[in-house]
């Protein structure tokens, strides 16, 4: 790996102040050299001789340490943070606010709302609370330095402002004081950015941000004046440098890799992440901007275009366990790369069957039991009649029909849902316990089945609906009997195997192990949606490439 230079600077308070400069050893192949402020009572003479020494050593360095750098690319490594108890326990905290997301994205999805769908904003789908991955930033003149998640998911940046008084998260980090930088430029169009447990406010300010080597000038970002909710409070991060399209961009700000690209500070209009997924070492990865490093991958990547600008959104095909189809994205599903995002996001469809083969505990949904007992023997039927599956929950009166899936019959006048009353006694969770029923059977009757099989292995599968949260638990010993589960990307199959899919909380014999898939459901047109996060892109080096509108994978080294 080449090496790099970055450069700390103590300044000096006062005329007495003098520098030496040490050069520290290569650590995760970036040159250090820091320049230490020395003490006022040497004397002059000491100064002479050290500050001649300085500028000797800086001549005969230079030209050394810049000539390392002349692959064009710029790399800031990343710190790594395990999966902890602590964050778990926030996390339950805040359940409520999660469930009450589902919820509404459960009614949003089944009342069929397709001409709303567009709008919907995976930035407020997004949890951080485990998130593990995050560099560092500087922001104004001198640089004050912010821990940032590189974030594909969204495209703004945001760090807790000086001005942030009311929320506890605010004293926890470092906050961004415009006084103390001399490239500070007012701006003070209110912002706000909703996240699926929380949201920040406050407002957009303009100033000079450094990332490793490079100094994007008038960079517009977010002073963050609110951070509500626990996930802020014991995050080990400061803020979010979204690196996705203008399109989903709060404000419509320029992002900040828009801004690198048309400053002219890269090779190449590329970035690459590289993952370290290896727990028992310190460096947690790198981001290169500018290009790829050939040491991060293997083999050639797997390139596919970008379907819909604004996430990093691409076609993936069908899903499949030991090898076999789960049947649900056979024909096709979109995804999302996303690096701000700690496990694997997909329908719960998939996610239940994806839990039950590994044995998963999730929680127990009687509603999909009970659409099982009363109709498992009429919707086989109706499969075998070759009735299309899309409108067999409607015609046993489980879901109305709107032309492309199923829209439940709960359709509640305003009136109703303020009072909570229910229409035609019919429930959202039935119509949606039907649909996914319908793809688990027509998937063993692709495989010859019997009827009786056939019921007994949907009953297992509703055991296996995951919990609120998303959070299943799995058996840590169980790990050598697990199976493989493949994603279909370009043409080609790419495989995790057990170890890299379950996450591992604690150690010793206090560890837990936790599935890596957790369901969500989002609506047609954008879905169904996978959202492939650090469990995928842990295993496959991740390429963005902005110029061709292009995502490549390949094996990460």
């Given at each position: 790996?080449?090496?790099?230079?970055?450069?700390?600077?103590?300044?000096?308070?006062?005329?007495?102040?003098?520098?030496s400069i040490v050069l520290i050893s290569h650590q995760l192949g970036i040159t250090h050299i820091y320049i230490h402020r020395?003490?006022?009572?040497?004397?002059?003479?000491?100064?002479?001789?050290?500050?001649?020494?300085?500028?000797?050593?800086?001549?005969?360095?230079?030209?050394?340490?810049?000539?390392?750098?002349?692959?064009?690319?710029?790399?800031?490594?990343?710190?790594?943070?395990?999966?902890?108890?602590?964050?778990?326990?926030?996390?339950?905290?805040?359940?409520?606010?999660?469930?009450?997301?589902?919820?509404?994205?459960?009614?949003?999805?089944?009342?069929?709302?397709?001409?709303?769908?567009?709008?919907?904003?995976?930035?407020?789908?997004?949890?951080?609370?485990?998130?593990?991955?995050?560099?560092?930033?500087?922001?104004?003149?001198?640089?004050?330095?912010?821990?940032?998640?590189?974030?594909?998911?969204?495209?703004?940046?945001?760090?807790?402002?000086?001005?942030?008084?009311?929320?506890?998260?605010?004293?926890?980090?470092?906050?961004?004081?415009?006084?103390?930088?001399?490239?500070?430029?007012?701006?003070?169009?209110?912002?706000?950015?909703?996240?699926?447990?929380?949201?920040?406010?406050?407002?957009?300010?303009?100033?000079?941000?450094?990332?490793?080597?490079?100094?994007?000038?008038?960079?517009?970002?977010?002073?963050?004046?609110?951070?509500?909710?626990?996930?802020?409070?014991?995050?080990?991060?400061?803020?979010?440098?979204?690196?996705?399209?203008?399109?989903?961009?709060?404000?419509?700000?320029?992002?900040?890799?828009?801004?690198?690209?048309?400053?002219?500070?890269?090779?190449?209009?590329?970035?690459?992440?590289?993952?370290?997924?290896?727990?028992?070492?310190?460096?947690?990865?790198?981001?290169?901007?500018?290009?790829?490093?050939?040491?991060?991958?293997?083999?050639?990547?797997?390139?596919?275009?970008?379907?819909?600008?604004?996430?990093?959104?691409?076609?993936?095909?069908?899903?499949?366990?030991?090898?076999?189809?789960?049947?649900?994205?056979?024909?096709?599903?979109?995804?999302?790369?996303?690096?701000?995002?700690?496990?694997?996001?997909?329908?719960?469809?998939?996610?239940?069957?994806?839990?039950?083969?590994?044995?998963?505990?999730?929680?127990?949904?009687?509603?999909?039991?009970?659409?099982?007992?009363?109709?498992?023997?009429?919707?086989?039927?109706?499969?075998?009649?070759?009735?299309?599956?899309?409108?067999?929950?409607?015609?046993?009166?489980?879901?109305?029909?709107?032309?492309?899936?199923?829209?439940?019959?709960?359709?509640?006048?305003?009136?109703?849902?303020?009072?909570?009353?229910?229409?035609?006694?019919?429930?959202?969770?039935?119509?949606?316990?039907?649909?996914?029923?319908?793809?688990?059977?027509?998937?063993?009757?692709?495989?010859?089945?019997?009827?009786?099989?056939?019921?007994?292995?949907?009953?297992?599968?509703?055991?296996?609906?995951?919990?609120?949260?998303?959070?299943?638990?799995?058996?840590?010993?169980?790990?050598?009997?697990?199976?493989?589960?493949?994603?279909?990307?370009?043409?080609?199959?790419?495989?995790?195997?057990?170890?890299?899919?379950?996450?591992?909380?604690?150690?010793?014999?206090?560890?837990?192990?936790?599935?890596?898939?957790?369901?969500?459901?989002?609506?047609?047109?954008?879905?169904?949606?996978?959202?492939?996060?650090d469990v995928f892109m842990g295993r496959y080096h991740t390429v963005f490439n902005y110029g061709n509108e292009r995502i490549g994978f390949a094996e990460?080294?």
């Amino acid at each position: 790996m080449s090496s790099f230079v970055s450069i700390l600077l103590l300044y000096a308070k006062n005329i007495n102040s003098i520098f030496s400069i040490v050069l520290i050893s290569h650590q995760l192949g970036i040159t250090h050299i820091y320049i230490h402020r020395l003490p006022a009572y040497f004397n002059m003479e000491t100064k002479l001789k050290s500050v001649t020494a300085t500028l000797f050593l800086c001549f005969l360095l230079f030209p050394l340490v810049f000539s390392e750098s002349n692959d064009g690319l710029v790399r800031v490594g990343l710190k790594k943070r395990k999966f902890d108890q602590n964050n778990r326990v926030a996390a339950q905290i805040e359940s409520k606010e999660g469930e009450a997301l589902r919820a509404s994205l459960l009614k949003y999805r089944l009342r069929g709302n397709l001409a709303d769908s567009q709008d919907t904003d995976i930035v407020s789908l997004k949890n951080y609370m485990d998130a593990q991955y995050f560099g560092e930033i500087g922001i104004g003149t001198p640089p004050q330095k912010f821990t940032v998640i590189f974030d594909t998911g969204s495209s703004n940046l945001w760090v807790p402002s000086a001005k942030c008084y009311f929320s506890i998260a605010c004293y926890l980090h470092p906050k961004y004081k415009s006084s103390s930088s001399s490239t500070y430029n007012k701006n003070g169009k209110p912002a706000a950015i909703h996240y699926g447990t929380g949201a920040i406010s406050g407002f957009f300010s303009e100033d000079h941000v450094t990332i490793g080597d490079l100094v994007v000038k008038d960079q517009e970002f977010i002073e963050a004046t609110k951070e509500p909710g626990v996930t802020f409070l014991v995050a080990k991060f400061d803020g979010i440098l979204g690196l996705g399209f203008q399109e989903i961009s709060v404000g419509n700000a320029v992002p900040v890799w828009y801004n690198m690209v048309n400053q002219g500070l890269l090779k190449e209009p590329v970035f690459s992440f590289w993952f370290n997924r290896n727990a028992d070492e310190e460096e947690g990865g790198e981001i290169v901007f500018g290009g790829v490093d050939p040491n991060h991958y293997k083999g050639e990547h797997t390139y596919v275009p970008v379907t819909q600008k604004g996430y990093w959104q691409f076609d993936m095909g069908d899903v499949m366990i030991d090898g076999k189809t789960t049947g649900f994205c056979a024909g096709g599903c979109s995804a999302i790369a996303d690096s701000g995002t700690s496990l694997l996001v997909g329908p719960t469809t998939i996610i239940t069957e994806l839990n039950h083969a590994i044995g998963a505990s999730g929680i127990v949904s009687q509603e999909c039991k009970t659409v099982v007992a009363q109709y498992g023997e009429t919707i086989i039927e109706r499969i075998l009649a070759k009735d299309q599956p899309q409108k067999i929950c409607s015609q046993i009166g489980l879901c109305t029909f709107d032309g492309t899936h199923g829209v439940s019959t709960e359709i509640k006048s305003v009136v109703e849902e303020n009072t909570h009353k229910v229409s035609g006694g019919l429930s959202d969770a039935s119509c949606s316990a039907c649909e996914m029923t319908v793809v688990w059977m027509q998937n063993q009757l692709k495989q010859n089945q019997t009827q009786e099989r056939i019921l007994e292995y949907v009953n297992q599968l509703c055991e296996r609906l995951p919990s609120p949260m998303g959070e299943s638990a799995v058996d840590c010993s169980g790990l050598s009997s697990m199976p493989s589960v493949s994603f279909t990307i370009g043409g080609r199959t790419f495989d995790l195997t057990p170890e890299q899919y379950v996450l591992k909380v604690g150690e010793g014999d206090a560890a837990q192990c936790i599935s890596g898939f957790t369901a969500l459901d989002v609506p047609p047109p954008r879905g169904p949606l996978w959202i492939l996060g650090d469990v995928f892109m842990g295993r496959y080096h991740t390429v963005f490439n902005y110029g061709n509108e292009r995502i490549g994978f390949a094996e990460a080294a």
